[in-house]
């Protein structure tokens, strides 16, 4: 490990979580689909988090973030992201009265942009990239005395978000194997500590898109590593991986397992038609990775993470054509 990693949150940490979100989340459904079941051969249970506030899980990790410690909550939040965490911070701030700022690089998705203006959240669009986002977003957090607030390496978010495999675990007690998108990772770390504390005869299975694969070749390598970043579900568009997530993998994962984009649009259709359900890209990655490797999970209860569902039209124009 090339990093120093914050501290690791532990099973105690998620357990204060969950009691802090009590109320401020939806306890999503877990739910079989017949159609999902034929088509895989597994049984399988889907985490319906596109169903949570916001569209995504992401707002687990804010929630708990601004409710647990005073400091950013009276500094104020920045980040960095175009895509569900800027959504998930804009909320969670919006909810505590903190301020926030949301830097993203020019010319951002319209649909997304407005949706963090509409949570309340100031909106500067600065740079060409989102490296010249992130840099302007650290200068500003500098300035402000604000407290910048990354997507991965951050224990307060992994704690957030593993309120979700606590929930599941409690849902679907009988599962197998439990498959989880990655991007920064924070999902599948999450996945990894609650499982090694309560079910630890659950397998974790992380997926990343083949176009983005940085989170999977550091954990394959164990080291962290950059990687080209062109998938087009955004939730897993992360071009480097991370200190804090990859360690709570590490030794934990059972394995991780690359599908392509296009497998992931054909996942998309099978959510829309077999369980009439909106996944956006990083949310049917999970059921891509099932889809694509029937042998490894046939015949076994399967949870799957349906992480996100802020799909726009062009992309479920694309899912529909897959
Ligand atoms: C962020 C995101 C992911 C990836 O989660 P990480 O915690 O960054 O690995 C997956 N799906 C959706 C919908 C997301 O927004």
Redesign the pocket.
């Given at each position: 490990m090339t990093a120093a990693s914050p501290a690791a949150p532990t099973l105690r940490d998620v357990l204060a979580a969950q009691h802090r979100l009590a109320g401020q989340v939806v306890r999503t459904p877990a739910l079989s689909h017949r159609e999902l079941d034929d088509a895989t051969g597994a049984a399988v249970v889907v985490k319906h988090?596109?169903l949570q506030h916001t569209?995504?899980?992401?707002v687990r990790?804010a929630l708990n973030l601004l409710a647990a410690d005073d400091a950013p909550r009276r500094q104020g939040v920045v980040a960095y992201s175009t895509?569900?965490?800027a959504q998930?911070l804009a909320y969670a701030a919006a909810r505590a009265g903190t301020p926030c700022t949301i830097v993203m690089p020019e010319r951002p998705n319209p649909l997304k942009e407005r949706a963090v203006r509409g949570l309340g959240a100031e909106v500067l669009l600065h740079g060409a990239t989102f490296d010249d986002a992130r840099a302007h977003a650290q200068e500003l957090a500098a300035q402000r005395g604000a407290r910048l607030v990354g997507?991965?390496d951050e224990p307060l978010?992994?704690a957030g978000?593993a309120t979700a495999t606590l929930e599941l675990l409690q849902q679907a007690p009988d599962l197998d194997v439990l498959v989880?998108?990655?991007?920064?990772?924070?999902?599948?770390?999450?996945a990894c500590l609650v499982t090694a504390s309560l079910a630890p005869h659950v397998q974790v299975v992380?997926v990343?898109s083949a176009a983005s694969p940085a989170?999977h070749d550091s954990w394959r390598t164990g080291a962290l590593v950059e990687r080209p970043n062109r998938t087009r579900?955004?939730?897993?568009a992360?071009g480097r991986g991370f200190a804090l997530?990859q360690e709570l993998m590490r030794g934990r994962l059972d394995d991780f397992l690359l599908v392509t984009d296009d497998q992931i649009s054909a996942a998309q259709r099978l959510y829309l038609t077999g369980a009439r359900t909106v996944?956006?890209?990083?949310?049917a990655?999970a059921l891509a990775a099932v889809l694509a490797a029937p042998e490894r999970f046939a015949g076994r209860s399967v949870g799957v993470?349906c992480?996100?569902?802020?799909a726009g039209e062009e992309e479920l124009r694309r899912a529909l054509d897959a």
């Open positions: 988090e596109n569209g995504a899980f992401k990790g895509g569900n965490h998930a997507a991965a978010l992994v978000v989880v998108p990655v991007g920064g990772g924070s999902g599948a770390a999450a992380a990343q989170a579900a955004e939730g897993l992360v997530t996944a956006e890209g990083a949310g990655a993470v992480s996100g569902g802020n």
